[in-house]
């Protein structure tokens, strides 16, 4: 089955496709040829992730899933959230984003965090959404050099290493964006042919 994923983050493809496996061709927004900048408008990131998913839908014609994924620090009243990708700026450096959130925690006793991602699956048979998160703490330093955005800081409940200091497989089988994926497989599996 063919399927769009609506990104071009080449991490984000990989760990994506090692869930799906091959009998679904995963293509990226390059694939389907699309080249503009897909809407990121909404307060939540059920909202984003919906707004993305529809327009690939309503403009190439593919069934679609869109995520959006926030990572949210309790004493900071939920920030980064859906603003994670810009935490600094426009500009989306994962560097600055780190750092801006370390500098905010510099004096927080309460380093709890929790990632979450919302997918949203659009095809004829209508658009449903799927949750996944996943619970821990930021540390002081960016620990690996796996992963992306704000891995090398997240260490997960239960755990010593970072996103980042985890192999792939490892990650994918506790993080929030295989949590969610993991319901949207479930979900693919038994409503398509």
């Known amino acids: 089955m063919r399927i769009c ?4 983050n080449k991490k984000k493809l990989e760990e994506i496709k090692s ?5 679904w061709e995963v293509l990226s927004l390059e694939a389907i040829g699309c080249q503009e900048e897909l809407p990121e ?3 939540t990131l059920e909202a984003n992730s919906a707004q993305k998913a529809v327009y690939v839908w309503e403009h190439y014609g593919i069934p679609c899933f869109a995520d959006d ?3 949210e620090v309790e004493a900071l ?3 980064p959230g859906v603003y994670s990708a810009r935490y600094a700026g426009d500009h989306r450096s994962n560097e600055d984003n780190m750092q801006l959130l370390l500098q905010k925690l510099q004096w927080q006793q309460n ?3 929790r990632f979450r991602t919302v997918l949203t699956y659009i095809s004829e048979k209508g658009q449903h959404q799927f949750e996944g998160e996943v619970r821990g703490t930021i540390i002081e330093k960016a620990r690996g050099e796996r992963g992306f955005g704000y891995d090398p800081l997240f260490v997960p409940d239960g755990h010593n290493r970072t ?3 985890m192999p792939l497989e490892e990650k994918n089988t ?3 964006r295989a949590r969610a994926m993991k319901k949207l497989v479930d979900f693919l599996k038994q409503n398509t042919n």
């Open 163 to 165: 996103f980042a200091e």
């Open 77 to 79: 009243g939920g920030e």
């Open 19 to 23: 869930w799906l496996g091959p009998e």
């Open 174 to 176: 506790m993080s929030h």
């Open 69 to 71: 994924t926030g990572l």
């Open 41 to 43: 408008t909404g307060e």
């Open 111 to 113: 380093r709890a965090a």
């Open 5 to 8: 994923f609506a990104t071009n």
